[in-house]
């Protein structure tokens, strides 16, 4: 069968009620469906940049990829944080092409030593005092919207950004029906306790799918579901607004093998206890929340075809100080991560498939994720 006569087989047949389609395997190699996604969805809506611990000072810095653009985010003398384009006013040189490290005062361009405030407004640059028609402040750096939240700092590239309530926080709410069913989780106050960053072969769209449905977490999470013995079923957590799954009657702790977890967070509601809850915030945060830590991953598209994945796991200040061994705990999401990543990378390398070219199906248990899809779509415009 020629790929052609294949496509005929396919075209317009309607699909039973229990299945939804997905997008079509373009969606997740095409790269100019990937480059209207980071124009369209990362450099215009919020995404989490940064750990606000790690740029604990003034000059302390972090250098982050946001869709297209590389963001400098810095402490201020001020005390606040600061963000701007990563790019010279006068010739358009990289400024900054450490990850992150420390200024005294400025940021000086190497290449004609125009140096930046760390506000980022235009301090001086060589022969300035004999341009007098120079407007410094027209000259400094681009500036980039902010918002601390959940001790992250976020981002957002808009000219005009959209709420950061109705949006970031509403999926919040939407997930956990309160926009205070966070609070108790004190994820501002928590440290990191460990991060693992990981390299992953696939689209961003493959890993948020994965992490909202668990139709596949009775077959590849095994440490998972005896955890959590609902998910063995195959009905994730953010299928039902508000509901958290809840340990199995032997688990004692959210660890790889059950045993009793770290101290508590004391914020918690007593119907929070003993249970996971799992939130998608659109377009690159997941965050995992059980009683005695927070798990937070941030996204970071590279391409069509590969994300940056870092994960952290923040805990009680005290747990952390105490040098209490955390690997246990640790160790169980990150095997679910191995896991999910794995199978995402599976996916990837048929995308570009013939037999993927219309794309799949959705079972009744990952149907919202056909939200998903209708999220993205109504952002890059592009028909399937």
């Not at 410094?136 to 709420?163: I, K, M, N, Q």
């Not at 998608?280 to 009683?291: A, C, D, K, M």
């Not at 679910?336 to 199906?361: H, K, L, P, T």
Request: glycine share 8%; with cysteine.
């Amino acid at each position: 069968m020629t790929t052609s006569e294949l496509s005929a087989d396919t075209a317009g047949q309607e699909l039973p009620a229990s299945l939804r389609e997905t997008l079509p395997g373009r969606w997740y190699t095409d790269p100019a469906v990937f480059a209207a996604e980071q124009a369209l969805i990362f450099e215009a809506g919020w995404v989490a940049a940064v750990l606000a611990a790690d740029v604990p000072r003034p000059g302390d810095f972090e250098t982050v990829e946001v869709g297209r653009e590389s963001v400098i985010v810095a402490r201020g003398r001020d005390g606040g944080v600061h963000a701007y384009l990563n790019v010279c006013r006068h010739r358009g040189a990289r400024l900054c092409t450490q990850e992150k490290g420390s200024v005294r005062r400025s940021f000086q361009c190497p290449y004609h030593a125009w140096t930046y405030g760390l506000d980022g407004s235009l301090v001086t640059a060589p022969n300035i005092a004999g341009m007098p028609d120079v407007d410094r402040t027209a000259f400094g750096l681009h500036r980039v919207a902010v918002h601390e939240w959940l001790g992250y700092v976020w981002l957002c590239l808009a000219d005009s950004p959209p709420s950061f309530e109705d949006t970031v926080v509403a999926d919040v709410t939407a997930r956990l029906g309160s926009p205070d069913a966070i609070v108790g989780y004190q994820v501002a106050d928590l440290r990191l306790g460990r991060r693992i960053t990981y390299d992953v072969a696939a689209n961003w769209k493959q890993i948020v799918e994965n992490f909202m449905e668990c139709y596949h977490c009775g077959t590849i999470h095994p440490e998972l579901t005896e955890v959590l013995p609902e998910f063995a079923d195959g009905l994730a957590a953010q299928y039902f607004v508000g509901h958290g799954a809840e340990f199995g009657a032997e688990v004692d702790g959210f660890t790889v093998d059950g045993s009793a977890g770290l101290e508590r967070l004391p914020g918690i509601a007593p119907e929070q206890d003993r249970r996971y809850y799992a939130i998608t915030v659109r377009p690159q945060v997941f965050i995992n929340l059980v009683p005695d830590h927070v798990v937070f991953h941030r996204m970071f598209p590279v391409s069509a075809e590969r994300t940056i994945v870092r994960c952290d796991w923040l805990y009680l200040p005290e747990v952390v100080d105490s040098g209490a061994d955390l690997d246990r705990s640790v160790e169980l999401f990150h095997r679910v991560n191995q896991q999910d990543f794995d199978a995402c990378e599976r996916c990837q390398i048929s995308m570009d498939s013939r037999s993927y070219a219309r794309g799949g199906v959705l079972v009744p248990s990952e149907h919202h994720i056909g939200e998903f899809h209708d999220w993205v779509r109504e952002r890059v415009g592009f028909e399937n």
